[in-house]
């Protein structure tokens, strides 16, 4: 989300420039770009699994490891090429047939019409454009209500607009409150550690809250399932698997 939002920024200025203004398909370009690009380190293993690899390999399992940069860009492009092979297989059971809700997708769409001034009703479905059904409403819909399309543009262009300020006004007031936190924390470090525990387990056990808008905003747009299993999970490994694996 941040991505589109600062990509639109920036080519919203370069566009004064040009003829051809930043369009929403070219936004969600530039979001699956950051995206991969973002999740790349933590996908391919290299925060993870390749440097505790080199760490664990000794000398009678024919270690140390060193794994040269030619070989993890192939591990890397490898990784790419099955990633979209599975993507493409995995997305008409989870997303078609089963309709599963994606938190952050939906939030990314929403920001997109949301600066694109995008209207909910042409946004409905893949092309933009209303379905058949709806439609074919569309007749019933003048006739029930007496008035002409010609009638209810100037409602509906007004409505639009309406939530588009509204829907811009949260996105600002939003950014605006958040950088404000960022700046805070930056100038006084014990919100982003705070010892809610003590300072005896904070230092010892690392036992703390990172106060971040990005935690928070990530928790809302999760909803809270996913949440409450993140905190199940910090509780079991920090509070119950790292002092057994110490002792």
């Known amino acids: 989300m941040a991505s589109g939002l600062l990509g639109f920024i920036t080519f919203k200025l370069l566009s004064r420039s ?8 070219e936004n969600v370009l530039i979001i699956s770009v950051a995206t991969a690009t973002g999740c790349m380190p933590v996908t391919a293993g290299f925060v993870g699994i390749i440097p505790v690899l080199e760490y664990l390999i000794g000398l009678e399992e024919g ?12 591990w890397t492009i490898g990784l790419c090429f099955f990633g979209l092979i599975f993507a493409s297989l995995l997305r008409e059971h989870f997303i078609v047939r ?7 997708p939906k939030a990314t769409s929403h920001l997109i019409k949301t600066i694109h001034h995008i209207p909910c009703e042409f946004s409905s479905t893949p092309s933009g454009i209303l379905s058949s059904s709806t439609a074919a ?13 010609e009638e209810q543009q100037p409602l509906l262009a ?3 607009y309406i939530k588009w300020k509204v829907g811009m006004n949260r996105l600002v ?20 550690k705070l010892p809610i ?39 079991v490994d920090w509070g119950i698997l790292s002092p057994y694996a110490k002792h």
């Open 18 to 25: 040009t003829e051809r203004p930043l369009t929403a398909a």
């Open 158 to 160: 007004r409505g639009n």
């Open 98 to 104: 089963e309709k599963l809700p994606w938190p952050g």
């Open 197 to 235: 525990f003590g300072s005896h387990a904070a230092s010892e056990w690392l036992w703390n809250v990172d106060l971040s808008p990005g935690f928070f905003s990530q928790g809302i747009i999760t909803g809270p399932v996913i949440p409450l299993h993140m905190l199940i999970g910090a509780v």
């Open 63 to 74: 270690g140390p490891l060193r794994i040269a940069w030619e070989s993890l860009i192939v």
């Open 137 to 149: 409403e569309e007749p019933l819909r003048e006739k029930h209500n007496g008035t002409t399309v």
């Open 173 to 192: 007031q939003g950014a605006t409150v958040s950088g404000i936190f960022t700046i805070l924390i930056y100038f006084v470090p014990i919100f982003q």
